[in-house]
C-alpha cells in the first residue's frame, strides 16, 4: 500500500501530470486573453508539453515564460498572419453565402480546400516554431509540409482540438473539465503524435552539424550557425539570463 502512494508510484507521477496539465491549461488561457499573445502562448504550450511528454519539465510555469519570451517576436508576426488570413477565409466564406452573387462549385471547392490546408498548417506552425528556430517562411514552409506528410496525425490533431467545443455543445456540465484541460490535454495528445518524429528531424539536424563540425575553415561557421536552429535547455538559459 506504501508503494501505491510513493513518489515514483506510477499513480503519483500520473496524478502529477495531470496537475501540471490543468496549471499548464491556466497559463496557456491567461496569456491568450490579450489575444495579441495568443501565438507565443500556444507556442509555449506546446514547447512544455513536448518537455512533459519527454519526461522533462521542471517547473512548468519557468518553462512556459522562458519558452513565451523566447518565441515572442516570431509567434506573435505567426499569429498575426493567422488571424489576417482567418478574416480574409471568414469574409470570402460571408460572401458566398450572404452577398447574393452566384459562384461556382468549383470555386467552392477551391476556396474549402485552400481552407483546410490554412487549418492544417496552423495546427502544426506552433509546434514547429516551439522546437526549432528558423525563420519566419521557413517556419511556416516546414508547417504546411509536415502536416500533408503526416495528414493522419494532422487529421487526429484536428480531432483532438475540435473535442472541447464538441463536448460542450452537447453538455455544459463539462464546462469545469474544459476550462481546466480544454487547451493543454489536446496539446499534449498532440504532443505525443509528433515527439517521435521530431525527434528523428532532431537527430537528422544535430548529426549535420557534427559532420560540419568536423571540417575546416568557413563551414565550421556554418555549423554553429545550423546548429541554433534547434532550441535547448542551455540556450534558453543563456538568453535568460543575458
Not at 95 to 105: A, D, H, L, M, R
Request: net charge neutral; glycine share 4%.
Amino acid at each position: 500500500m506504501g508503494k501505491l502512494f510513493d513518489l515514483e508510484s506510477p499513480l503519483i507521477q500520473g496524478l502529477n501530470k495531470i496537475a501540471d496539465l490543468m496549471w499548464l491549461n491556466i497559463l496557456t488561457v491567461l496569456c491568450c486573453i490579450p489575444v495579441i499573445t495568443a501565438g507565443a502562448s500556444l507556442t509555449a504550450a506546446h514547447y512544455v508539453a513536448l518537455k512533459m511528454r519527454r519526461n522533462e519539465e521542471g517547473y512548468i510555469s519557468r518553462e512556459f515564460f522562458k519558452a513565451f519570451k523566447t518565441n515572442f517576436k516570431q509567434s506573435t508576426l505567426i499569429w498575426l498572419i493567422i488571424l489576417l488570413l482567418a478574416g480574409i477565409f471568414a469574409a470570402d466564406f460571408y460572401i458566398i453565402k450572404e452577398g447574393g452573387i452566384v459562384f461556382s462549385n468549383v470555386l467552392r471547392v477551391i476556396l474549402m480546400a485552400v481552407c483546410c490546408l490554412f487549418i492544417f498548417t496552423v495546427l502544426w506552425v506552433f509546434p514547429v516554431q516551439a522546437k526549432f528556430i528558423n525563420t519566419l517562411k521557413g517556419t511556416l514552409k516546414n508547417a504546411f509540409a509536415l502536416s500533408i506528410i503526416q495528414l493522419p496525425k494532422t487529421l487526429l490533431m484536428l480531432v483532438l482540438y475540435i473535442l472541447p467545443y464538441l463536448i460542450l455543445y452537447f453538455t455544459m456540465r463539462l464546462f469545469p473539465l474544459v476550462l481546466l484541460f480544454g487547451i493543454s490535454a489536446p496539446i499534449y495528445v498532440s504532443a505525443m503524435l509528433y515527439n517521435k518524429m521530431f525527434k528523428k528531424l532532431e537527430a537528422g539536424i544535430l548529426e549535420r552539424i557534427e559532420r560540419e563540425k568536423a571540417q575546416e575553415g568557413g563551414e565550421v561557421q556554418q555549423a554553429s550557425e545550423e546548429e541554433e536552429k534547434i532550441f535547448s535547455d542551455e540556450q534558453i538559459i543563456s538568453e535568460d539570463k543575458q
